[in-house]
């Protein structure tokens, strides 16, 4: 079945400590994105890419970096620089097309915590 | 920019009771609108959509109209289950291929 792969579902992460997160599809989505879910708050936009080695910021972009080197692939790296990481994190895809309104499709998710 | 509003929660029912959740947008030109559901731990989950005016989503026995006259995507069912406790989320997504979230409102049955 495609979908969209996230891991790992929980990570950990140290003072000063760098950490990525994996995000993985298969469902031939050009776009890809990253959202960030605080406790009863929606999400908010961290990065989108809608084709291979180009993305842009999105709202919340300060502390996080991207790379989209292959279609199927669109890790998050949350640097030591975000002060506070705590947060669930959602990657979703979607086909791209002129006049956007495509619906976006979620992995479950990775909960990041400090140490 | 473009914006969703979506009634505050926690919204508490007792089972087959009607649920109602509130959805307002803001948005130029034409977007397309979307309800998507979230259980606990897990990601979100398209519930339903409506690309143009006047265009009812349904799916699982939920509803939504997309009513441009008053920038409104409400979401109904006629009679709620514990099984449809969780979050739901509206949203919109414009020409600009990304996509507007309201805040959540969470629903307990």
Known sequence: DG???QSPKYLFRKEGQNVTLSCEQNLNHDAMYWYRQDPGQGLRLIYYSQIVNDFQKGDIAEGYSVSREKKESFPLTVTSAQKNPTAFYLCASSN??????QPQHFGDGTRLSIL | GDSVTQMEGPVTLSEEAFLTINCTYTATGYPSLFWYVQYPGEGLQLLLKATKADDKGSNKGFEA???????SFHLEKGSVQVSDSAVYFCALSGGRNDMRFGAGTRLTV
């Open chain 1, 96 to 101: 791209y097309r002129v006049g956007g309104n």
């Open chain 2, 65 to 71: 109209t997309y009513r441009k006259e008053t920038t």
């Open chain 1, 3 to 5: 979908g969209i792969t």
